[in-house]
């Protein structure tokens, strides 16, 4: 299945299904924040790529096109020699970010304690 057709044929008009098998990817939450902190201003593909540095080209660009394909990033290419290309958030991104700025802030708080819980279970299980 190409990673940018992801679709659920069982339940094609379940919003959490169909929204989030894009979007929570390992990548789509990763680059929007990347992008967010950068400010309003376009960024350029070398640029994300320098903010997510263990991101591969292929990842980052098949990331971007999806993003691209559901409303959240523009792609501007301008006709210059070489060309460049410079990636926007859009309104819908920018709706979405309190939400994905909230679950940061919820890990940050959690994270010393599942990291324990998960060890605890890892004895456990060996």
């Not at 679709?7 to 979007?23: H, K, Q, S, Y």
């Amino acid at each position: 299945m190409e990673r940018t057709r992801i679709e659920n044929t069982v339940f094609p008009d379940c919003p959490i299904r169909n929204i989030l098998a894009r979007l929570c990817d390992k990548w789509s939450l990763l680059v929007i924040y990347t992008m967010e902190k950068a400010g309003k201003a376009p960024m350029r593909f070398k640029e994300l790529q320098r903010g997510i540095p263990d991101i591969s080209q292929k990842m980052l660009t098949v990331t971007l096109r999806t993003l691209e394909e559901d409303g959240y990033v523009t792609r501007t290419i301008y006709p210059e020699v070489p060309p460049r290309v410079e990636y926007a958030l859009t309104t819908r991104a920018y709706s979405l970010l309190p939400h994905v700025n909230a679950l940061i802030k919820w890990a940050s708080e959690n994270k010393d304690g599942i990291m324990k819980d998960r060890k605890k279970a890892a004895r456990r299980n060996a």
